[in-house]
């Protein structure tokens, strides 16, 4: 990959497939993208394309469908070559221009179908200054960077500019914060100082560390001032991009991001839902899961920003009052359960449509849903079972993640874990809790608003026939 007109925010690809069988080589740009559930057809921004073979003869390129190039008459090489037009940088799409490339891969790299299981070397051709901040495991020669298969490379952000790092260790593993940015080095000394304290904390609800594929734990962050606003999770990164400086609230919100992304490297990268694995990059992953995923990893977001002392107690409980408020008012969480609001994703998560919708009638985001109810859950582990919600994600952690290697489990427990870590629940009964007169532990405050949920634990069976 290299960079030779970023200024019209460009970059120059070329892919190399070798030890091709004869017959077409089918090559495709993704049309989703690992934790955004929407389709973006990446496709759109790839132009200029050409494929040649071994000695460089051209080859003969056809369009099957709008993602992809059939390439014929090979002699089992394929230099496939094209532009690359990015221009916003966040967790989903590519951004490049003179400063900096912020490079999500699906959004990127071209790959061939039936190859998914090959590894990958990855070579950049860096503008001078240039230096790469990645999950990718770097080879010994300079730029060149290694993915075991398409899955890892696909999952594997990468930000190419003058990076400014700070790393340091965590039970034995790198954590490493690469950042671009316009502050000063005091500056971001002092917000890696709190992104250690937000490691701990969450490293501290689950006992440990995950084992990170390559001893290494990256936050891929961007604070230029072109950037948007995203956070995006992956197996052993994140993708932190927003146009806020690191000072001030803005280093307070900045740190929310670091703080639910981080948690996200347990819940979803390895609590992984079933109906995640294996990413299809041809079609949109529907998942029922993703209140547990998004709205579970929204409560410790804010929960860990408090333990850290990032968040004041006042600050804190504005938060939860947001989600309370939410489920209270909003007359789609009374229509539809945290699973069909998960199913929605494809449509609501960054998706593009021109024509109106009725989601502010019969919508509530599986973040906000999923949220109440580990506010809820929490809230009743506390008052009536003597443990709390990092009791329970513990036991979740130790059944179903830490083994957890590119593989799902094979069905789902949670209403087994449920009833094992309480003793008491029924696993199969759907029960109702109310936030009403329940005090959160340890503190004056008493959410008098009455509100009635599904417990976390029993989301998976399906939802009342009428409205509740
Ligand atoms: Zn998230």
């Not at 090979?74 to 094209?82: E, I, K, L, M, P």
């Not at 503008?127 to 398409?150: K, M």
Request: glycine fraction near 6%; charged fraction near 20%; proline fraction near 6%.
């Amino acid at each position: 990959m290299a960079f030779p007109n970023a200024v019209h925010h460009e970059a120059q690809v070329t892919v190399v497939f070798s030890d091709l069988k004869p017959g077409p080589l089918q090559v495709r740009m993704a049309r989703s993208s690992p934790g955004r559930y929407a389709l973006h057809e990446f496709a759109k921004n790839v132009y200029a394309v050409k494929a040649t073979d071994s000695k460089g003869k051209t080859l003969t390129i056809s369009r099957p469908d709008p993602s992809g190039w059939d390439v014929t008459g090979h002699d089992g090489t394929v230099r496939f070559s094209y532009t690359l037009f990015g221009d916003r940088t966040d967790g989903t799409y590519a951004g490049i221009d003179e400063r900096h490339a912020h490079l999500n891969i699906p959004a990127t790299l071209a790959y061939g179908r039936g190859l998914e299981d090959r590894s990958a070397q990855v070579r950049f051709e860096l503008p001078t200054g240039w230096q790469v901040a990645t999950q990718l495991r770097p080879e010994t020669t300079a730029n060149t960077y290694f993915a075991p298969h398409l899955q890892y490379l696909m999952d594997s952000p990468t930000s190419l500019g003058v990076q400014q790092v700070r790393t340091w260790q965590e039970q034995g593993k790198t954590i490493e914060l690469a950042v671009l940015h316009e502050g000063t080095a005091a500056e971001l000394d002092t917000y890696a100082d709190q992104t250690k304290k937000i490691v701990r904390e969450a490293s501290a609800v689950f006992g440990e560390l995950p084992a990170f594929d390559f001893g290494r734990y990256t936050f891929i962050a961007n604070y230029l001032p072109q950037t948007s606003g995203d956070g995006m999770e992956h197996r052993n990164s994140t993708s932190l991009t927003s146009a806020r400086p690191l000072r001030g609230q803005g280093a307070i919100d900045n740190l929310g991001t670091v703080s639910h992304e981080f948690f996200h490297a347990w819940n979803v990268e390895r609590i992984r839902p079933k109906s995640l694995e294996p990413f299809d990059f041809d079609r949109a992953n529907q998942s029922e899961a993703l209140w547990f995923a998004e709205g579970f990893t929204m409560y410790y977001g804010d929960l860990l920003l408090r333990r850290a002392n990032i968040l004041t107690e006042d600050q804190y409980m504005k938060e939860l009052t947001t989600i309370v408020n939410s489920m209270v008012n909003s007359p789609g969480a009374r229509l539809y359960s945290p699973v069909q609001m998960s199913q929605q994703a494809p449509f609501v998560d960054a998706a593009a449509a021109i024509d109106p919708n009725n989601r502010v009638n019969t919508y509530l985001s599986y973040y906000t849903i999923g949220g109440a109810n580990a506010l809820a859950l929490d809230l009743m582990l506390r008052q009536k079972h003597q443990t709390d919600l990092d009791a329970y994600m513990r036991a979740v952690w130790q059944q179903h993640g830490q083994g957890q290697q590119n593989f799902a489990p094979n069905a789902p427990t949670r209403s087994r874990i449920c009833s094992e870590f309480s003793g008491k629940w029924p696993a199969t009964q759907p029960s109702r809790v109310s936030f009403s007169a329940l005090i959160l532990p340890g503190t004056n405050y008493l959410i008098t608003k009455s509100c009635w949920l599904l417990p976390a634990c029993w989301c998976a069976v399906p939802a009342p026939a009428s409205p509740a």
